[in-house]
């Protein structure tokens, strides 16, 4: 009798699990359904079915037992669905930067009408990683460098939400399998190099900044060769690339991170921020200004030397520039006492490139309030060493030196000289050759119109404009 019952009751397991997993299949299937969710009147009932199946599978992550009698014998099935739904061309959305403060006007931004379906299967497949009972062994066999690939392919989405999802779910995976950081790592190099050397925009920077910048503080002491090569390739050309500001927050934080972590590194990021200076971008140049500053306080004294020329020609050529936020940022090192103790230590370079800048702006400045910052600061400059200031004036007015940096004419001759030659081999060889049209001339340097400067240089002097 009880035989009979223990098989009756088998029986009915049975049916109950091949029920609840033919059920369970039947939301895989419905969530795999892809519809047209730009007309919203098109297959009402098949979004409606799909929406509640993403929904139910979610729930079903909530239950352990669940978990282990439906969905790990199910995993292949579960992933197919979400490779399936994530994996698309992303839409091209068309997002205003402008806010309602700038223009007066609200900005209605399109959003993706297929993002609420989307939002489901992303909370689904970030429940999942973040499982107990889905083990590495079981996961990582589907974390393949393609998926990873096609992955951050997805970053450039022009949803903040999905770019959020993105990053938490790459995150969870990169803690969880250890045995695919070293690919997921490479996969990322990848995506910024493709960045710095062939595109210009990329939306997802600030995101996988923000997970690198968990991963470098990871990192152990002293610093591997491969994580010293990442710094060097990717996190010090990442900032010449032309929308870095809209990165720059998450960008800076890797830069110190990697600082504390090495000190040495210091004069390497100096040389970088010095090489990629911005031109004609107020916006980077601030910004290059804050990070200059930071830097310096990590520097170490006895390896800044060879620096203290292209430094301080830098923070001149920004004081002495019209645009007002540069000007005073610049002028916020002064306030620093380790760069006033480079000031003295140096002051026979800085003081003849300083000197003539700060007491021409201090008399002419055209804001009254940086002017009063520059009148102070002469008398700073006095007060470090007199002598040595008014001998960088008698230079100054001796050698008619100003605050612009001498144009290498020399160097410039040279260039077009084998420019000239150049041209005359090619037309003796090619019939009809036309020399192209240089963008500047020797008689016509870039200096002669940027109104950065207020001087023009004239072969070997400098002359009031």
Not at 32 to 51: F, I, N, P, Q
Not at 125 to 152: A, C, H, W
Request: aromatic residues 10%; contains cysteine.
């Amino acid at each position: 009798m009880n035989t009979k019952s223990s098989k009756k009751d088998k029986r009915v397991k049975g049916s109950r699990s091949k029920s609840a997993k033919e059920g369970f299949l039947k939301k895989i299937d419905a969530a795999m359904k892809v519809y047209d969710y730009a007309d919203e009147t098109k297959e009402v009932k098949g979004k409606s079915e799909r929406l509640s199946a993403i929904n139910e599978l979610q729930n079903l992550l909530q239950d352990q037992k669940t978990v282990s009698q439906l969905i790990i014998p199910n995993l292949d099935s579960c992933m197919q669905m979400i490779e399936k739904n994530i994996f698309r061309c992303l839409p091209n959305i068309k997002k205003s930067n402008l806010a309602f403060s700038e223009t007066g006007i609200d900005q209605e931004e399109e959003t993706d009408p297929a993002w609420p379906h989307l939002q489901g299967i992303y909370e689904f497949f970030l429940q999942l990683i973040m499982n107990d009972s889905i083990e590495v062994k079981l996961l990582k066999g589907y974390v393949t460098p393609e998926f990873v690939g096609r992955f951050l392919e997805l970053f450039d989405s022009e949803e903040a939400v999905e770019r959020d999802y993105l990053k938490n779910i790459l995150h969870k995976l990169y803690a969880k399998l250890v045995p695919r950081r070293k690919m997921i790592r490479k996969a990322i190099n990848e995506a910024f190099y493709q960045l710095i050397h062939e595109g210009h925009k990329f939306n997802g920077a600030s995101e996988l900044l923000d997970i690198l910048a968990s991963i470098i503080s990871g990192f152990a002491v002293p610093l591997r060769e491969e994580h010293v090569i990442f710094f060097n390739n990717i996190i010090i050309p990442l900032h010449k690339v032309q929308t870095c500001s809209e990165f720059f927050e998450q960008l800076l934080r890797c830069s110190m991170l990697f600082l504390t972590k090495d000190k040495s590194l210091a004069i390497t990021l100096l040389r970088g921020l010095l090489k990629y200076w911005p031109f004609a971008n107020c916006v980077k140049e601030t910004l290059f200004l804050t990070e200059l500053q930071e830097v310096l306080e990590i520097v170490d004294d006895d390896k800044i030397g060879d620096l203290v020329v292209p430094l301080f020609r830098r923070i001149v050529r920004c004081i002495g520039g019209t645009h007002l936020q540069v000007a005073d940022r610049a002028m916020c090192f002064f306030e620093n006492d380790y760069f006033l103790t480079k000031l003295r230590i140096y002051k026979d370079v800085t003081f003849p490139m300083l000197v003539p800048v700060i007491v021409e702006l201090s008399e002419n400045h055209w804001h009254k309030i940086l002017q009063e910052s520059l009148i102070a600061l002469k008398v700073i400059l006095k007060e470090i060493d007199s002598a040595a200031f008014d001998e960088a004036q008698q230079i100054s007015k001796t050698d008619d030196r100003r605050f612009i940096v001498k144009p290498n004419v020399e160097k410039r001759n040279g260039l077009d000289s084998k420019w000239e030659r150049l041209n005359t081999n090619l037309k003796s060889t090619s019939a009809g050759f036309t020399p192209p049209d240089v963008p500047f001339k020797s008689s016509e340097l870039i200096s002669s119109y940027n109104g950065l400067y207020r001087k023009i240089y004239d072969k070997e002097k400098f002359i009031n404009e």
